[in-house]
């Protein structure tokens, strides 16, 4: 599975952006997919895995009511909806998938990883 995000860029604070996770090389079918963030200097955070086949999602504490994952099933694509951004979401984020079933905070048990879209959000 090939994984790429996209959709990031600077934005004010307050704004939203709708990222993409496009999967190639297998549908995402029987998969969970994670979001995360990674803000220089930290570790990776945890924000979103949205399991494929049930549309269930499971969110960090920290983002529920801001983001929202949706899907769309042809383009065997993923969406991370984030409102009301803060400086604070400042961050490169990464979309991955996991083969085992449920959803994971879990950086380790993600098999497949895409390269990062910046956020910058400015105050």
């Known amino acids: 599975v090939q994984l790429q995000a996209s959709g990031g860029g600077l934005v004010q604070a307050g704004g939203s952006l709708i990222l993409s996770c496009v999967a190639s090389?297998?549908?995402?079918?029987?998969?969970?997919v994670g979001w995360f963030r990674q803000a220089p200097g930290m570790e990776r955070e945890f924000l979103s895995a949205?399991?494929?086949?049930?549309?269930?999602?499971t969110y960090a504490d920290s983002v529920k009511g801001r983001f929202t994952t949706s899907r769309d099933h042809a383009k065997n694509t993923v969406y991370l909806q984030i409102n009301s951004l803060k400086p604070e979401d400042t961050a490169v984020y990464y979309c991955?998938?996991?083969?085992?079933?449920?959803?994971?905070?879990?950086?380790?048990?993600?098999?497949?990883w895409g390269k990062g879209t910046l956020v910058t959000v400015s105050s």
């Open positions: 949205y399991k494929w086949n049930s549309g269930l999602t």
């Open positions: 991955a998938a996991k083969i085992s079933p449920g959803g994971s905070p879990m950086n380790s048990d993600y098999d497949y």
């Open positions: 090389g297998r549908v995402l079918n029987g998969l969970a």
